[in-house]
């Protein structure tokens, strides 16, 4: 079955960096593209962007370009996302979250969807001096 | 960036009754929309993709519908494991981005 399962909590200091891992299970790993959202205590979710594994291509949303580095390790199955320059409002739950695709008859690719049909269990991130 | 609005912002609604809730994008994304649904500690879970096309293992009470600025997601019986919160999201090709809405808290009446 498909598994994410992600690194333990941090606690870091204003400026510090943090890089979160996400292990997966279960299924072809160059498959599919790993996408990063956050919440933060009692928000909403904010996707930050996604990696394809297989080539190792990003986009990142807007907000987070120059800070966010998503990175892919193919011999171990892991997806990374590192975050610079922390402030306190990043404090947050990190998730994991692999992409739905779909086959695309008219290419004979399979595609992203950019749905999320698996996720981690979340990684806790505090900022604090 | 293209924002989604949901209401209510909390909807208290009876078991075994139909609940409604509504999602507004700030333009129109097309078909490309998603319905998460999320318990308290768990991460969110897959309901329905492409507006209306329920994810593998979703109940059959679950349904979307809606297509360019407006969706609407329908319990129609609800069960005591439906109360939590629902995110919608949606995918935009150009300029490419994606973006939840705010989420509404479906709770017990």
């Known amino acids: 079955q498909v598994q994410l399962v992600q690194s333990g909590a941090e606690v870091k200091k204003p400026g510090a960096s943090v890089k979160v891992s996400c292990k997966a299970s279960g299924y072809t790993f160059t498959g599919y593209y790993m996408h990063w959202v956050r919440q933060a205590p009692g928000q909403g979710l904010e996707w930050m962007g996604w990696i394809n594994p297989n080539s190792g291509g990003t986009n990142y949303a807007q907000k987070f370009q120059g800070r966010v580095t998503m990175t892919r390790d193919t011999s171990i199955s892991t997806a990374y996302m590192e975050l610079s320059r922390l402030r306190s409002d990043d404090t947050a739950v990190y998730y994991c979250?692999?992409?739905?695709?779909?086959?695309?008859?008219?290419?004979?690719?399979?595609?992203?969807?950019?749905?999320?049909?698996?996720w981690g269990q979340g990684t806790l991130v505090t900022v604090s001096s | 960036e293209i924002v989604m609005t949901q209401s209510p912002a909390t909807l208290s609604v009876s078991p075994g009754e139909r609940a409604t809730l509504s999602c507004r994008a700030s333009q129109s994304v097309s078909s490309n929309l998603a319905w998460y649904q999320q318990k308290p500690g768990q991460a969110p879970r897959l309901l329905i993709y492409?507006?209306?096309t329920r994810a593998t293992g979703i109940p059959a009470r679950f349904s979307g519908s809606g297509s360019g600025t407006e969706f609407t997601l329908t319990i129609s019986s609800l069960q005591s494991e439906d109360f939590a919160v629902y995110y919608c999201q949606q995918y935009n090709n150009w300029p490419p981005s994606i973006t939840f809405g705010q989420g509404t808290r479906l709770e017990i009446k």
């Open positions: 979250a692999r992409d739905r695709r779909y086959y695309d008859i008219l290419t004979g690719y399979y595609t992203p969807s950019y749905y999320f049909d698996y």
């Open positions: 492409g507006a209306s």
